[in-house]
């Protein structure tokens, strides 16, 4: 599927709207997604060797990339909104700054990965991460078709994402009030209810309530969203699907994901390059 320019403009647009509200709303150490779910992933998923080289996709704030430079890493870290990139670019302490390089990069656009590629004089990327940011992409194929040059041998590919079957598909939440009758007392039972899963067309909606702009959402099904990375020789060696626990649990706002427990929130995956 061919990129188009001005609908991805529009896409950005919604981070270049939200990007100082999202830098409030994560600070300099994320929120309960990042600290639960996404920078424990991290810690089991991609070993970081002091010296390795890694390129940080929709750097957001620059949580990844700062996460990366304290392991001792030498990190590009790249978004396609210039707004996001200002903002991670003033949370990086001294040190950090020191291995962190920042630049605009539109992911649906293979001759932006062209001109990337170009000016690697060191044979590729150790590790190439994408944190919480598959599903905001409108065209995954030059991102996918573009690690096999961007990765050394062996190189890691890491990635989070809403999970497919319980999020982007658009699935409804439910909570049910349930009286045990043995005891008397009642409890919350929640679940979720899949309408759509096989097609589904890109919606609008929110990260975070109370962001200034709505996002567009891309569902894309397991065999689809991996499928994508498998036809360019990548190989999958881990996937975790990660969940809040009852500590996380939000009492005053039942309908919140961190007291679903039972069912996923997002998905880790890690690709490597083989040859």
């Known amino acids: 599927m061919a990129s188009n320019p001005e609908k991805q403009r529009g896409i950005h647009g919604s981070w270049i709207e939200n990007a100082k509200w999202w830098d409030a709303t994560m600070g300099l150490d994320g929120n309960k997604y990042w600290q639960q779910l996404q920078k424990p992933s991290l810690e089991r998923l991609v070993p970081v ?40 670019a003033r949370r990086s302490s001294p040190d950090e700054a020191e291995r962190i390089s920042y630049r605009v990069l539109d992911v649906t656009l293979p001759e ?10 060191a044979g590729g990327f150790d590790i190439v991460t994408c944190n919480m940011a598959l599903m905001d992409i409108s065209d995954l194929e030059p991102l996918a078709d573009a690690l096999p ?80 990375f498998f036809k360019t020789g990548l190989v999958m060696d881990s996937l975790e699907e990660l969940y809040f626990d009852e500590a996380d ?13 039972q069912i996923p929130a997002i998905m880790a995956l890690r690709f490597r390059k083989l040859q």
Not at 55 to 75: H, I
């Open 49 to 88: 060797q002091p010296g390795s080289r890694a390129l940080d996709l929709a750097t957001g704030n620059g949580l990844v990339a700062r996460w990366l430079a304290g392991k001792g890493a030498s990190v590009t870290a790249s978004d396609g909104s210039e707004e996001m990139i200002k903002h991670a």
């Open 112 to 121: 932006a990965f062209e001109d990337l590629v170009k000016s690697e004089s």
């Open 149 to 228: 040059k961007l990765l050394k041998r062996g190189g890691i590919f890491f990635a989070t994402l809403l999970h497919p079957v319980f999020f982007t598909s658009g699935a409804t939440r439910f909570v049910e009030v349930v009286t045990n009758e043995a005891t008397g007392e009642y409890y919350h039972a929640r679940g979720k209810i899949v309408r759509e899963y096989r097609y589904k067309a890109p919606w609008r909606g929110v990260a975070v309530n109370g962001q200034p702009a709505f996002q567009l959402y891309f569902h894309r099904p397991l065999d689809v969203l991996l499928g994508t």
């Open 249 to 261: 649990a939000i009492k005053e706002r039942p309908e919140s994901s961190a007291n679903y427990t």
